[in-house]
């Protein structure tokens, strides 16, 4: 059963530029959530996604945005980068949003 | 967003020696993830607690949800080098979010 894809692996932009992050859950899942992981701030919540509905959304401004599609791939966009925005970029899926989660192996998103 | 009080936030130890971390919460969590991750790449799920006072084993980990339902604990065994690395709790309340330890650094001196 393959696991948790992510696109690209590795990213560099420049600032103002948009970046657009893909998710492929595990076959079966239905349940995707993105997070933000940098030195200074550990992991950090961006959103969840379940059927094509998102369902939470944690404190992040509105340049971070989402989708998820009918067969649970899932996008997430970075408009008007800023240099903060440097980290890894880690996508999870989910059975279910309350079920265990495992994770891709992240895309390593470079603003200089 | 809110993060689980993990700790110790590092550890150096031997080769062969058992290790513990815990996490904390003020909350009340209906589930525990445990994982460990390797520089560059995304957390690997190790052990799934779902009730109260479970105690669950990986090989040489082992894993309990507190009682209390605010902590569970992570122990390994006779540990060995590939067990370096940085492990993360991560705790599920009542809703659709997983909040995060600060993650333990293991370093294992051969």
Redesign the interface.
Known sequence: KAG?T?TPRYLIKTRGQQVTLSCSPISGHR?V?W?QQTPGQ????LF?Y?SETQ??K??FPGRFSGRQFSNSRSEMNVSTLELGDSA?Y?CASSLY??????????T?LTVV | ?Q?LNQSPQSMFIQEGEDVSMNCTSSSIF??W?W?KQDP??????LI?LYKAGELTSNGRLTAQFGITRKDSFLNISASIPSDVGIY?C?G?PV?????????TSLTVIP
Do not use: D, I, K
């Open positions: 948790v992510q349940s959530s997070y550990g992991l950090q919540f969840e379940f369902r939470n944690g404190n890894l880690l949003a309350n079920t265990e989660a495992f994770f891709g192996q992240g390593r | 967003g993060q209906n589930t993830l994982y560059g790449e995304g957390p690997v799920l799934a993360f991560a599920l809703g659709y979010q997983f909040y995060f330890g600060t993650g």
